[in-house]
């Protein structure tokens, strides 16, 4: 299976849980920094689910794996994420180019991949639910800057029709109801 990032941009994983969603997310990262160097890709893993994630914490292309524990790290994550589309709105100003692609083609430009590894985990806590709130907007302001998004999910109906509408390219895994497959 092929996932072309520049074509997909943002992405949704579904299926119950134990469907595999971990495991596709980490043949992606994998895959992407066997294929990458750290100049091409910095990838940021949000980690609600089996706690596995944490083995990329060394690879040079990772930023950082957050965990339920680092609740408080939360905003200031966001926060980053914020702030490179700002310095890239601005370079890209710069650049006069208005999209990623262009930009890349005159400037040395990593891809940032922020991974949601279960959105029902992140959501759970009252900080979490305040950043799945305004994770929309963050997902809808950041596409065109080269910051692309993969969400886990056990149903598609953890998430607001408003993210979703966000992560239009989706991969369906065990669904629960054979209606969730068309609905995905």
């Given at each position: 299976m092929t996932v072309d990032f520049?074509?997909?941009e943002n992405m949704l994983i579904v299926g119950e849980a134990g469907s595999g969603k971990t495991t596709i997310l980490?043949?992606?990262?994998?895959?992407?920094?066997r294929n990458l160097s750290p100049r091409d890709l910095h990838f940021y893993v949000l980690d609600y689910s089996s706690r596995m994630m944490k083995a990329f914490r060394p690879l040079p292309h990772c930023g950082?794996?957050?965990?339920?524990e680092d609740e408080d790290s939360l905003e200031e994550f966001f926060k980053?994420?914020?702030?490179?589309?700002?310095?890239?709105?601005?370079?890209?100003?710069e650049l006069e180019v208005d999209n990623f692609n262009d930009a890349q083609a005159k400037t040395e430009l990593p891809l940032i991949l922020?991974?949601?590894?279960?959105?029902?985990?992140?959501?759970?806590?009252?900080?979490g639910e305040a950043i799945?709130?305004?994770?929309?907007?963050?997902?809808?302001?950041?596409?065109?800057?080269?910051?692309?998004?993969?969400?886990?999910s056990n149903y598609l109906n953890e998430l607001s029709s408003r993210i979703r509408q966000e992560?239009?390219?989706?991969?369906?895994?065990?669904?629960?109801?054979?209606?969730?497959?068309?609905?995905?």
């Open positions: 520049s074509a997909c980490q043949n992606i990262l994998i895959s992407l920094s950082a794996v957050l965990q339920e980053l994420i914020n702030g490179l589309i700002a310095q890239r709105k601005k370079l890209f100003s922020v991974v949601i590894d279960n959105f029902s985990g992140l959501s759970a806590s009252k900080k799945a709130y305004a994770l929309q907007n963050y997902i809808k302001n950041s596409g065109a800057y080269g910051v692309r998004y993969i969400v886990t992560l239009p390219c989706r991969i369906c895994l065990h669904m629960k109801d054979k209606y969730d497959y068309s609905d995905a």
